[in-house]
C-alpha cells in the first residue's frame, strides 16, 4: 500500500519503458521521458495535446493509471499501463467511444469530489482541514492513513509509556467484523459503492470487500470473518494458495468425520483441504485490466456457471 502512489519519474513501468505508443484511430497517445519528467501526449495528424504526467496510480503489479492536469483542473490519463500487455490500452472506466475532441481524448476530467477521493486512497494527508492539498500529500498509503494521528503515540512510546501510546492512536482491529470490512471497503469498495456506481459484472470482481459481503459465510454473520482474517496489510500480499488453508479451516471442519461445532461452524468440503481458494475462490478475468483477479465472494463453484453479480 505504501506504493499506491509514485512520482511518474519514480515509477517502476516508466524507468523500464522510456517511451510508450498507443494508437486508437484518430488520435495517437505517446508518453515519453523528457528529461526527469514524462510527458503525456495526445495527437490527431498535425495536432496535439502534451502534458506533464503529476503522479502515477497503482504499483503496476496489474496496471498503472496516470493523473496529470491541464488549465488547473485534474484528468484520469485515457491510456493506461498494463503489466500483461507491456503496454497502453484504455483505462477501466472510460468509455471506448471515440472522444470528439483531443482535450476529451487527454482523458477524463476529474470533478473536485472524485479528486479527493482518488488522492485519499492513493495517497495520504492530501486532505486537511484547510481542504484538499496535493502540494504536501504523502506518496502512497503509510500508517497514519489507516491509523490517524501519530505524533502523540509516538512520543509516549519513545518515553516507554507504551499503554497511554498504544491508547493514543486508532487501531482497526478494534473495530467489528462489519465495521472492519466497511473501513477497508473505504477505499476497495464496499456494496454501497457497488450500488452507487452501478457497476455489475465481472467488473466487480475488484472490489474484494464488496465481493465479501456477498459470500454465504459473511451472511451467516461469522465473527472472524474479515479481511484481516486472511490478509495481514503490514505485510506483502501473500499469493501462494496454500497458505489459506489454514484460514480456511480455522472455520471449517478438516474431515468430514469432524462434526461442525461452536469454533468450526462450517463443514467440511467433500472434494479437498488443500489449496481451497483455488476452488471456492476462483481466479476471474477481467478484459478491461487484462489479468486474472481472485474473486472474494467465497463460494461452491458449479462447473460453467456464470458470474454471480
Known amino acids: ?39 503525456y501526449t495526445v495527437s490527431e495528424g498535425a495536432k496535439n495535446i502534451s ?17 496529470l492536469q491541464r ?20 483505462t477501466p472506466g472510460h468509455s471506448p467511444k471515440t472522444p470528439p475532441t483531443l482535450d476529451q481524448a487527454l482523458g477524463q476530467r476529474l470533478d473536485p469530489d472524485t479528486v479527493r477521493r482518488c488522492f485519499g486512497c492513493h495517497t495520504t494527508a492530501s486532505t486537511t482541514r484547510g481542504g484538499f492539498d496535493p502540494s504536501h500529500l504523502v506518496l502512497g498509503v503509510d500508517c497514519e492513513a489507516c491509523h490517524g494521528p501519530g505524533a502523540k503515540h509516538a512520543d509516549l512510546m519513545d518515553a516507554e509509556k507504551n499503554a497511554e501510546g ?12 462489519v465495521a472492519q470490512v466497511d473501513f477497508c471497503g473505504a477505499c476497495h469498495r464496499t456494496s454501497y459503492d457497488v450500488f ?4 455489475k459484472g465481472v467488473e466487480n470482481v475488484r472490489f474484494q470487500p464488496y465481493r465479501l459481503e456477498k ?61 481451497c481458494v483455488t476452488c471456492h475462490m476462483p481466479r476471474v478475468e477481467f478484459p478491461a485490466m487484462h489479468s486474472p483477479f481472485v474473486d472474494h465472494r467465497i463460494r461452491i463453484v458449479r462447473p460453467n456457471s456464470p458470474y454471480p453479480d
Open 166 to 177: 498504544r491508547q493514543a492512536i486508532f487501531n482497526p482491529r478494534s473495530l467489528g467484523p
Open 196 to 199: 452507487e456506481a452501478r457497476v
Open 1 to 39: 500500500m505504501a506504493r499506491a502512489a509514485s512520482l511518474p519519474a519514480d515509477s517502476a513501468a516508466l524507468r523500464e519503458h522510456e517511451r510508450l505508443l498507443h494508437h486508437a484511430a484518430p488520435y495517437t497517445f505517446t508518453i515519453s521521458k523528457d528529461g526527469a519528467a514524462r510527458t
Open 215 to 275: 459470500s454465504r459465510c459473511w451472511g451467516d454473520g461469522d465473527a472472524r470473518l474479515s479481511c484481516i482474517a486472511c490478509h495481514d496489510p503490514h505485510q506483502l500480499l501473500n499469493r501462494d494458495p496454500a497458505s489459506y488453508d489454514a484460514k480456511c479451516l480455522a472455520c471449517h471442519a478438516s474431515s468430514r468425520s469432524q462434526k461442525p461445532s461452536q469454533d468450526h461452524p462450517g463443514k467440511a468440503c467433500p472434494t479437498a483441504s488443500r489449496n
Open 71 to 90: 488549465n488547473g483542473a485534474f484528468y484520469e490519463s485515457r491510456m493506461s499501463f498494463f503489466v500483461s500487455l507491456e503496454s497502453l490500452d484504455l
Open 51 to 67: 502534458e506533464p504526467l503529476g503522479w502515477a496510480f497503482g504499483l503496476a503489479n496489474k496496471g498503472q493509471t496516470y493523473v
